[in-house]
């Protein structure tokens, strides 16, 4: 099937566009990321939700490369710490801090609390955007869990080793990537941009 149409995907990280790659496989559309745009200006994530910075990020990337462009914004939420990190998810331990200090800061946080209270929640929303900046769909992914007591598994990324979703005994960094990309945060939130894209396309798709 030839790409009809042209989509940004508007990060850097590998992992995350890669589990992109992998959901929307079966569309019409050729996609790129933010490496393919290496003078492109960084969108601030200024939002205080999940659903705003995705939309910033989705219109800001859009005007700036003249693409329909899809932008999203995942985090990890604790009730124990207030719903802490949140939408600072990435920036939980200094902007520049790895995804193994992260984690380190998060179970250093934790470390007196009991199994019952360390339940968490990963959400994801994912904006769209066209050329003009126009935010056009968003759609919100959730999926509970809990904490695990340490790192687990060399799969995924970010807080994915520590993260055991409900009804599972392995933490997402363990789980093979079939059965994570049917129940992540990450999996739910792009079925709605994956119909938005698809009625774009005029394509049926396919799951």
């Known amino acids: 099937m030839n790409p009809v149409c042209y989509?940004?995907?508007a990060t850097r990280n590998e992992?995350?566009?890669?589990?992109f790659q992998h959901l929307l496989s079966d569309l019409a559309f050729a996609l790129y990321s933010l490496r393919d745009f290496p003078a492109i200006?960084?969108?601030p994530e200024t939002g205080r939700s999940f659903v705003e910075n995705a939309s910033l990020k989705a219109a800001g990337y859009a005007t700036q490369a003249q693409l329909l462009t899809l932008a999203d914004d995942s985090g990890l939420e604790l009730a124990e710490l207030g719903?802490?990190?949140?939408?600072?998810?990435?920036?939980y331990a200094g902007e520049f801090a790895s995804d193994t200090e992260r984690i380190d800061k998060l179970l250093a946080e934790l470390v007196t609390t009991g199994a019952a209270e360390r339940t968490a929640r990963f959400v994801s929303a994912v904006a769209i955007a066209g050329a003009d900046g126009n935010v056009l769909d968003v759609s919100l992914g959730i999926c509970e869990g809990?904490?695990?007591?340490?790192?687990?598994g060399s799969g995924g990324f970010g807080y994915d080793p520590v993260f055991i979703?409900?009804?599972?005994?392995?933490?997402?960094?363990?789980?093979?990537?079939k059965i994570k990309n049917q129940i992540s945060h990450r999996a739910q939130a792009p079925q709605g941009a994956r119909q938005y894209l698809q009625n774009l396309?005029?394509?049926?798709?396919?799951?």
């Open 201 to 207: 396309t005029g394509g049926s798709g396919a799951g």
């Open 165 to 177: 979703p409900n009804g599972y005994d392995l933490t997402f960094a363990e789980l093979p990537a």
């Open 83 to 91: 719903g802490a990190p949140g939408v600072f998810s990435a920036r």
């Open 146 to 152: 809990h904490i695990a007591l340490a790192p687990r």
């Open 15 to 19: 992992g995350k566009l890669s589990e």
């Open 41 to 43: 200006r960084p969108i």
């Open 7 to 9: 989509l940004l995907v």
